[in-house]
Every structure is written in structure tokens, then in C-alpha cells.
């Protein structure tokens, strides 16, 4: 069955630092990749998205690009900032049930001024 | 900016018992989902529900659960008899009809049953 797998936190960095996220899947068919953030006390907020191979998803200066051939999806920031800390989720869904998600453990940041 | 709540945020109970979990979707949304994340493990999908009835369902979500929608705001998800299993976080999600609408998230209610 489809399955993401995404390293383990926390990360720990300092204030404008780079910032990589390791997201790898398993899915038959084309899916959709995602990236959820849950900051403390609230729900999970869609950041980022693609929906194809080589598609690249951007929001709030994080990236991330859908690589089929390494079956990946890499959630990247050039210079992380305190507000930044959070729990990140790497998410697929297949097109038969575009919101049925399936996500990853949750990768937590924690960024120190 | 309209939102998913849920309530109660933090819920103790007693092996055994029913417990209903509540949440009230975004107004115009038509999708209801409910996911859980037992501590240390991945976000699982539960169960969606569309037009008054479960459109698809989980492995996990045996005959101790069910959902309800008992008005126009409120989506439940209840618990007949608990286990110590069933810790978790549980997550209410809504969305409008269409293939590339977003998921929109509650902040979860943390389920402990001791």
C-alpha cells in the first residue's frame, strides 16, 4: 500500500539557517504530495503542494519539488526563522481519493535565535 | 479566516467508556474526515463522510466507531467501549467537493483512556 516515510526530529537549528526535511514515498499510480505544519496549539495547515512529477510546491519560502525518479519530496528553506518551529508532515493521496491522505510520522523544528 | 474546531481539546476516560468527539467543519464544506495519530506514529485516515453517509473507511475503523452528523454544524465521531489502544490524538478535517480542494484541519482533540 502507499506509505511516506520522513525523518526523525527534532531538528534543531539556529535562526537563518538551511533547512532540509527528508520525505520519501511509496505509491502505486501518480499521486499528489503534500506538506502539512502544525505549530503548537493548532490544526494541520496545508503549506505546500504538487501534483505531478517535477512540479515544484512554494509557500512562505519553503520549497519542495516531486521527484518521481527518486520518489521523493524534499521540504527545503534557505534561512529558517524562530516562527518556523513546528511539526512538519509529508502527505500523498492517491487521485481515487484525493483526500485520503497519507502521511508521515510529523518531522518537529525547532529553531533557536 | 473560518476554521475546523473541536471539542474538547483533552479527553480522560475510563477504559470501557463511550466518548464522543466533536467537531464542526467549515460551514460550506461538504467532506468530513477524521484521522488519528497514536503518539510517536504517523497520522492514520479514519474515515470520510459525504452526503450523510461513510463514502470510504479505514481497517482501523471497526464497529467501535462510528460517525454522525446530528445537525447542520456538528460531525461526531464516537467510541462505544474504549481501550488503552485508542490513545491518541484525533484529528477532524473538511473539505469542499472537488479534486483539487484542500483539506482544512481542526487542532485535534488528545484522547486518553486509562
Known amino acids: 500500500g502507499n506509505s511516506v516515510t520522513q525523518m526523525e526530529g527534532p531538528v534543531t537549528l539556529s535562526e537563518e539557517a538551511f533547512l532540509t526535511i527528508n520525505c520519501t514515498y511509496t505509491a502505486t499510480g501518480y499521486p499528489s504530495l503534500f506538506w502539512y505544519v502544525q505549530y503548537p496549539g493548532e490544526g494541520l495547515q496545508l503549506l505546500l503542494k504538487a501534483t505531478k512529477a517535477d512540479d515544484k510546491g512554494s509557500n512562505k519560502g519553503f520549497e519542495a519539488t516531486y521527484r518521481k525518479e527518486t520518489t521523493s519530496f524534499h521540504l527545503e528553506k534557505g534561512s529558517v526563522q524562530v516562527s518556523d518551529s513546528a511539526v512538519y508532515f509529508c502527505a500523498l493521496s492517491d487521485r481515487s481519493g484525493f483526500q485520503k491522505l497519507v502521511f508521515g510520522t510529523g518531522t518537529r523544528l525547532l529553531v533557536s535565535p | 479566516e473560518p476554521e475546523v474546531t473541536q471539542t474538547p481539546s483533552h479527553q480522560v476516560t475510563q477504559m470501557g467508556q463511550e466518548v464522543i468527539l466533536r467537531c464542526v467543519p467549515i460551514?460550506?464544506?461538504?467532506?468530513f474526515y477524521w484521522y488519528r495519530q497514536i503518539l510517536g506514529q504517523k497520522v492514520e485516515f479514519l474515515v470520510s463522510?459525504?452526503?450523510?453517509?461513510?463514502?470510504?473507511k479505514s481497517e482501523i475503523f471497526d464497529d467501535q466507531f462510528s460517525v454522525e452528523r446530528p445537525d447542520g454544524s456538528n460531525f461526531t465521531l464516537k467510541i462505544r467501549s474504549t481501550k488503552l489502544e485508542d490513545s491518541a490524538m484525533y484529528f477532524c478535517?473538511?473539505?469542499?467537493?472537488?479534486?483539487?480542494?484542500?483539506?482544512?484541519f481542526g487542532q485535534g482533540t488528545r484522547l486518553t483512556v486509562v
Open positions: 478535517a473538511s473539505s469542499e467537493v472537488g479534486l483539487n480542494t484542500e483539506a482544512f
Open positions: 463522510f459525504y452526503n450523510n453517509e461513510i463514502s470510504e
Open positions: 460551514s460550506n464544506h461538504l467532506y
